[in-house]
């Protein structure tokens, strides 16, 4: 069984802090996704990173695929109430992509 | 700008009874998709469909079925509905599976209870 684990369950910081979530598997992924998800809403999705290495940014999150496109991280700089909500990574196993894989969720919450 | 519509938003079901589960998608999308989320957890996919007569089974199939006989629709259908069942159903599409350009788009979700 494929399985994408992500670290921390749940992550509660002050505002102004820097913060970072893994996504981590065994396996390898032909691409993976963050996504954020609003209490009573769909996942809406951040970023999707192919390429081993692969680093993109936006605006104060920075997204990150491990070289060997088995892991990713996901690092917020200065959070803010608004970056609130349950952080997701997906990814599409490089034996079978359409089988989109879905980590368990980091719940994070800022306080002012 | 419609983009994934589910139907219902909420559904209270009492063992054994039947229903489906409806998604639409008014965007051409070849792929969709059907996933459970359980409380404080990510979403597990349960099928998917990779064009319109093709579906497949993803990681928790068991218990329900689906059918692709258009490409704008994918209804998921509950046969004997049990309480591990009680979750809340996502429905998704994309234009492709691969890469950069799989972005799927999700409905808001149908909220079931089964009593």
């Known amino acids: 069984t494929q399985l994408l684990e992500q670290s921390p369950q749940f992550l509660s910081i002050q505002e102004g802090e820097n913060l970072t979530v893994y996504c981590n598997s065994s396996?390898?992924?032909?691409?993976l996704q963050w996504y954020r998800q609003e209490p009573g809403e769909g996942p809406v999705l951040l970023v999707t990173?192919?390429?081993?290495?692969e680093v993109k940014k936006l605006k104060r999150l920075t997204f990150q695929f491990g070289d060997a496109r088995k892991d990713s991280s996901l690092h917020i700089t200065a959070a803010q109430p608004g970056d609130t909500g349950l952080y997701l990574c997906?990814?599409?196993?490089?034996?079978?992509?359409?089988?989109?894989?879905f980590g368990s969720g980091t719940r994070l919450s800022i306080r002012p | 700008n419609a983009g994934v519509t589910q139907t219902p938003k909420f559904r209270i079901l009492k063992i054994g009874q039947s229903m489906t589960l409806q998604c639409t998608q008014d965007?051409?999308?070849?792929?969709m998709y059907w996933y459970r989320q359980d409380p404080g957890m990510g979403l597990k996919l349960i099928y998917y469909?990779?064009?319109?007569?093709?579906?497949d089974k993803g990681e928790v199939p068991n218990g329900y079925n689906v059918s692709r006989s258009t490409t704008e629709d994918f209804p998921l259908r509950l046969e004997l509905a049990a309480p591990s069942q009680t979750s809340v159903y996502f429905c998704?599409?994309?234009?492709?599976?691969?890469?950069?350009?799989?972005?799927?788009?999700f409905g808001a979700g149908t909220r079931l209870s089964v009593l």
């Open positions: 469909s990779v064009g319109a007569g093709i579906t």
């Open positions: 998704a599409s994309s234009t492709t599976a691969l890469g950069t350009k799989n972005i799927q788009y």
């Open positions: 990173v192919v390429t081993g290495g």
């Open positions: 396996s390898v992924f032909s691409s």
């Open positions: 965007m051409n999308h070849n792929y």
């Open positions: 997906a990814g599409g196993p490089e034996s079978s992509a359409s089988k989109i894989i």
